[in-house]
């Protein structure tokens, strides 16, 4: 047990090394090396996880401080460790995801001059997220979600370049600022209140503050618990995008399609509802936080999905269908169903990263180009990439036996048997996201992968409205080139008579690999994950208050027996009308769309506006700080600050500094006349004769 | 207490240095002046020598000789280690630098060890007179070395204005023990603390002579109102000897103010506690402004000193082990410091220039990217800010002091330290951001380059992992006051 213990450091120690190997050596090292080393780096962490997953398998539960940092005021500040199941399921897909996406990136990375800073900054954010999964107190984790959140803020303008990804990885930070924000009150509160950061203190001594009420403006009461709980999953709501505070995700689409796939879509947005649920004795003991969580997830799951349908860049479908999918599993927290949530993350992680890592692929075959409207075909061109990119959305949409029917549907009964307020709206949310999502799902399969070669015909025309429509919205970002850089500025989109082509194995490979466990591992993880005692000790259910969880391992009888239910089920049909539609819509009538783009012009405008949301944060929010940031710098900063504080007391001091620059004449006897005049002094104030 | 007599033994590191010093001194007359590397390798030889007998002969406890003249504990063994550390850093970086003045003598050498010798007596001093003769060891061989360089006009003066007016802080010394040697019979550290503890006779008396000790011990340290001649023999000697004043005494004259103020005099820790406060409020006023209006580096570093000991001072104020501990703390982080300082203006001093103007760091970075990071590493920690050992000692500090309850002080000395960054900043804004006036090469030995890199990273190394040297200091400060 011991050797396994002194494994844990290294595990995200080795990322990290690399990541600074490559990051400060990139330059003097051949290029080929900033690929091997981190791919030795995650390759190595990867295979240590999966030695420490069997060994949590067993039931080994690691609970530690490795380095004391701090002691302040009687709080120690530690870097440990807590590492079982959970986190040795976050540790095994993370690093898995990883390396997929390590591999995957020579091919898609091939020619950007940024080659290894991009290296560096993927090992860089594993490393991160191995911090925040294997943390086993509040502090770390605060360092790991601060720092998967810089190294997302640097990948998102990673093409540092284009005014758009600044803007898209300016909006990340802010963001995430509010979300953060609040995530450091919880955490504040918890030390405040629990006295403790430590995960184990914290949750053992929380029940006895369950009925604590503390009072944050005079005059009215809170319970305690549901300040926390509340104020942390503030901060989940920044990191995992949910509503209000999803804005940033579409726009983080700027960066490369890599760090999409395993920054905006596998790992990192999920870090909230790995919060959470590592969280769940706290949130257990709220029921106002749980429902709270409940509705946003609910809103995110549907409304998300809804803006998917109308987009056509590739990428940002996929980033919506994240969005969609992020709302679920909130909602599967909301129900106390925290091991559905972990499940759904799970499977997500797999078949979501396929899906980008796919789009990827796509984006490769058309040369950069990401309008979906100029694609079509492509099954004949790009075969691995279809099929896995069919599996990827089959296991989305919830088709029986796939990895995502599992997760999802069981999110779907969770919902449907949960008690708390706010639960039929969710049912129904969710219920409905299952059409959406197919719908949006199959219209982006039948676009791409389908129909007509459309590259042919409109490849350059479709460009340059493209580039008119950019320049409607500055800021907004879904023009097809993927580099400004004169460099690259030759090729982005086919020409008439180009074709497609595959993508070379380093981008095959991983997709091949992502695929399998899209399709199976749902399968074989639902009855231990869920229903076994996967997760006894670890997530804490108070069944009688929120029995969600106990009606699902009721009904359930195997992972056999749910698919063929699952035939059958309303969700399965409502999948299923959705992918129909999709193929009336886009492979039979495509002139419905339009039509219908045309009459209902409202919800068009509604949607294409994502509900006015980024219009009302710029509108309100930037304007607003930028009006009251001027007045402020004005009356405040200039005239009080620099005019009277600052200047006044730098004169002041400069006066005084003369003063005493003069009082040291040089001359002896001025010198000893002070020292006498100290001594005096000194007597003066202390003999009391 | 377990009083152990031990014999002569307690004292071997003291005994070696003497020895070395006076057979340096001897063997100079003999040796050819191509020949006096040697002297420089014996010396250092002798701090290694000196401290792996400190080393070796460390026990846990407190341990007595010469019939209670000479004491031998933990603190004095750290201190001791610092003693030790310091001077063959200080005699690493000098080397060039005396050698290109005409002070690479065996005089040199010897008064350095002499000096050494002076301030392992003053730490290791359990008896008053034990203490003022290692204090005036020390201070004789320092007035020597300041006008080592006897044709410059400007040593000469600071050598006699440092001779007077340590004369005089001297005196005052003396006085004070004289009152408190009246009052309770004793001469012995321990004799004192017991007859005070036993019930202080006349307490007017007692406070007389406990501010006439205070000023002597302030003038050694530097401490406001005591500090003017502080900047004048900072700027007048040579760099070397600067240096050496600025880093290792301090160490002594903290182990002093430890043996009178808090072994000896801890019954009266109300009274000198209120001196310390002015004097703290003052050493950080006087130290942080005046630097402001300096040009010249070694003037700004005086100032800077002075400040640093007003920081320190507060580290005794509240009168606890915690306390000490941090202002043991502090005072070995501040000789890292100051050490580093000096080492980079030795570094870019040669034949003929002294790089002693603030001008002389301007484009620092661009002649030497290396040396201007690791002045800007200097800067920082004696700025305090993180991740540098400055911080942590500043933090500790004002953090015993804020336990006692000085809340008012502890604002004021952030908002000091607050002003006191301008002018360590300003020595950074110098190095990046002015073009340089001087584009000479920087030429030094090897070892020194070496020495000064591992000294200012581990400004920042021992920033960011305090606590092993924090662990030192509790361990030397609670095994040996009891």
């Known amino acids: 047990m011991s050797n396994v213990q002194s494994l844990y450091i290294w595990i995200p120690l080795l990322p990290l090394i690399a990541a600074a190997i490559v990051g400060l050596f990139g330059r003097q090292l051949p290029r080929a090396s900033a690929h091997w080393i981190t791919i030795a780096g995650v390759a190595a962490a990867f295979s240590l996880s999966v030695c420490v997953f069997m060994n949590a398998l067993d039931g080994h539960v690691f609970n530690g401080a490795v380095y004391t940092w701090l002691t302040s005021g009687g709080s120690q500040f530690e870097v440990g460790f807590l590492v079982d199941r959970l986190t040795a399921t976050m540790m095994v897909v993370v690093t898995f995801v990883s390396l997929m996406v390590h591999i995957y990136t020579i091919g898609y990375m091939h020619e950007d001059p940024g080659y290894s800073r991009f290296f560096s900054y993927i090992s860089l954010f594993t490393f991160s997220m191995l911090m925040l999964v294997m943390s086993n107190n509040f502090m770390q984790l605060f360092f790991g979600w601060e720092a998967v959140g810089l190294v997302s803020y640097l990948l998102i303008g990673f093409w540092f370049k284009r005014p758009t990804a600044i803007y898209a990885n300016l909006k990340a930070f802010l963001v995430n600022r509010v979300g953060d924000f609040g995530f450091l009150l919880g955490i504040s509160m918890v030390l405040y209140y629990l006295g403790s950061l430590d995960y184990a203190a914290v949750f053992s001594i929380a029940p006895q503050f369950a009925d604590t009420k503390v009072t944050l403006i005079p005059g009215t009461e809170w319970s305690l618990m549901t300040v926390i709980c509340i104020l942390l999953f503030i901060g989940a709501m920044g990191k995992s995008a949910q509503v209000p505070l999803h804005v940033w995700l579409p726009d983080s689409m700027e960066g490369p399609t890599p760090i999409s796939a395993l920054i905006h879509a596998a790992t990192m947005v999920t870090a909230g509802i790995f919060m959470v649920a590592r969280m769940s004795p706290l949130y257990e003991l709220s029921t106002t936080a749980l429902s709270f969580v409940l509705v946003i997830g609910a809103i995110t799951a549907l409304f998300m999905g809804f803006l998917g349908i109308i987009q056509n860049d590739i990428k940002r479908v996929v980033a919506y269908s994240t969005l969609s999918q992020l709302g679920y599993m909130t909602v599967a927290l909301g129900v106390s169903a925290y091991s559905v949530a972990i499940f759904h993350l799970m499977t997500h992680a797999f078949f979501k990263a396929l899906l980008f890592l796919g789009a990827g692929s796509v984006i490769m075959g058309m040369h950069h180009d990401q309008d979906m409207r100029n694609m079509g075909a492509l099954r004949k061109y790009m075969p691995i990439t279809w099929v896995t990119s069919l599996i990827g959305s089959l296991a989305l949409i919830g088709t029986p036996l796939f990895s995502g029917f599992y997760s999802k549907d069981s999110i779907i009964e969770a919902a449907q048997f949960s008690q708390i307020p706010g639960s039929g709206f969710a049912y129904f949310a969710v219920l409905a996201g299952v059409f959406v999502t197919a719908f949006y799902s199959f219209r982006m399969y039948f676009l791409v992968f389908h129909g007509k070669e459309k590259w042919m015909q409109s490849g350059h025309h479709a460009h340059e409205q493209q580039h008119a429509h950019h320049d409607e919205h500055a800021h907004d970002a879904d023009h097809g080139d993927s580099h400004t850089d004169d460099e690259h500025e030759e090729h982005h989109g086919l020409g008439p008579h180009d074709k497609p082509h595959e993508s070379p194995w380093v981008v095959t490979i991983p997709l091949i690999l992502l695929a399998i466990p899209s399709v199976f591992i749902g399968y074989f993880a639902i009855e231990p994950m869920l229903f076994g005692n996967y997760f006894h000790d670890i997530i804490y259910v108070n069944h009688e208050a929120h029995g969600a969880m106990h009606m699902l391992a009721h009904h359930f009888h195997g992972a056999g027996a749910m698919a063929l239910h699952g035939l059958t089920s309303l969700p399965f049909i409502l999948a299923a009308s959705g992918v129909a539609l999709a193929w009336f819509f886009y492979m039979k009538r495509p002139d419905i769309p339009a039509a219908i783009q045309a009459r209902c012009s409202l919800i068009y405008y509604i949607l294409d506006n994502k509900y006015g949301f980024d219009s009302f944060n710029e509108k309100f929010f930037a304007a607003g700080s930028r009006f009251l940031g001027g007045k402020l710098w004005h009356y405040g900063d200039v005239k009080l600050i620099d005019g009277f504080l600052v200047n006044g007391t730098a004169h002041l001091i400069g006066r005084i500094a003369g003063l005493v620059r003069r009082l040291q004449t040089g001359l002896i006897y001025h010198y000893a006349f002070a020292m006498i005049i100290g001594v005096f002094l000194l007597l003066t104030f202390f003999m009391k004769i | ?482």
């Open chain 2, 1 to 482: 207490m377990n009083a152990i007599q031990y014999d002569v033994m307690t004292a071997l590191p003291e005994i070696l240095v003497l020895c070395m010093a006076m057979f340096i001194l001897l063997l100079d007359l003999f040796l050819k002046p191509s020949n006096r590397f040697l002297i420089y390798v014996l010396s250092q030889l002798t701090l290694l020598g000196a401290a792996v007998l400190t080393t070796v002969t460390h026990v846990p406890a407190v341990g007595y000789a010469f019939s209670g003249l000479f004491v031998d504990d933990p603190l004095a063994d750290v201190l001791k280690l610092g003693v030790y550390l310091s001077t063959a850093v200080t005699l690493v970086y000098t080397r060039q630098y005396t050698a290109l003045r005409g002070m690479f003598r065996g005089e040199f050498y010897a008064l350095v060890l002499f000096s050494t010798l002076g301030m392992m007596i003053m730490i290791s001093g359990q008896h008053f007179l034990t203490l003022y003769m290692g204090l005036e060891l020390l201070s004789l061989c320092l007035y020597a070395l300041v006008a080592l360089d006897r044709d410059n006009a400007n040593s000469t003066e600071a050598a006699m204005k440092y001779f007077v007016l340590g004369a005089l802080a001297s005196g005052m010394l003396l006085y004070g023990m004289s009152m408190l040697y009246g009052v309770t019979g004793s001469l012995n550290v321990s004799g004192v603390a017991d007859a005070l503890l036993s019930g202080a006779p006349d307490h007017g008396v007692l406070v007389l002579g406990l501010v006439f000790i205070v000023a002597g011990l302030a003038f050694k340290l530097g401490a406001a109102p005591f500090q003017m001649w502080v900047p004048d023999v900072y700027h007048g000697a040579p760099t070397a000897i600067t240096m050496f004043i600025g880093s290792a005494t301090k160490i002594a004259a903290f182990a002093m103010v430890i043996r009178l103020l808090v072994q000896a005099m801890f019954v009266l820790a109300v009274d000198w506690q209120g001196m310390l406060v002015i004097m703290a409020i003052m050493s950080m006023i006087v130290g942080n402004i005046a630097a402001i209006a300096q040009t010249n580096i070694k003037r700004m570093l005086a100032y800077s000193t002075i400040s640093h000991i007003g920081f320190l001072l507060l580290g005794f104020l509240s009168a606890s082990l915690n306390g000490y501990a941090s202002a043991t703390f502090y005072i070995l982080s501040y000789v890292l410091m100051t050490l580093a300082g000096f080492g980079i203006i030795l570094l870019l001093s040669r034949k003929g220039f002294e790089a002693d103007r603030l001008e002389d760091l301007k484009g620092l970075n661009q002649r030497s990217p290396w040396y201007a990071f690791m002045m800007l590493i200097v800067m920082f920690s004696m700025a305090g800010i993180p991740p540098t050992l400055g911080f942590y000692a500043k933090f500790t500090v004002l953090q015993s002091a804020l336990q006692a309850g000085f809340v008012a002080l502890v604002v004021f000395a952030v908002l000091m330290a607050l002003i006191g960054a301008f002018y360590y900043l300003r020595v950074v804004k110098y190095m990046y951001f002015d073009e340089p006036e001087d584009h000479s090469p920087i030429v030094a030995p090897v070892d020194m380059k070496l020495v000064l890199s591992i000294n200012a990273i581990g400004l920042l190394i021992l920033g960011m992992l305090p606590q092993r040297l924090m662990d030192v200091c509790a361990y030397a400060i609670i095994h040996s006051i009891q």
